[in-house]
């Protein structure tokens, strides 16, 4: 089981239910290519609107969090710790 998560992203857009999306790039380690994935991410206290929604879109974030899954949202990061890069 994954019981910590670093997540290093871009703020993308605001969702409902205090949910946010981040856009994530990968590099494979033999061919090189770089993937890009969307990853939902809400804040620890699971209020409608939190500090998670007021970073700025486009800004560079490290989020340190765990993983879990919601209904609808599927499974997500839930951020314990924020730091918004510029």
């Not at 089981?1 to 994530?24: H, P, Y």
């Not at 490290?62 to 993983?67: C, K």
């Not at 997500?76 to 510029?86: D, K, L, Q, T, W």
Request: charge should be negative.
């Amino acid at each position: 089981m994954i019981s910590d998560v670093v997540l290093v992203g871009i703020a993308n857009d605001n969702l409902e239910r205090g949910f946010r999306d981040f856009v994530v790039e990968s590099t494979d380690g033999l061919s090189g290519n770089i993937k890009t994935s969307i990853l939902k991410v809400r804040y620890w206290s699971k209020e409608p609107y939190t500090r998670i929604n007021r970073i700025k879109y486009g800004a560079n974030v490290v989020i340190r969090g765990r993983l879990e899954t919601d209904e609808e949202f599927g499974l997500h990061v839930v951020a314990e710790s924020i730091f918004v890069c510029g």
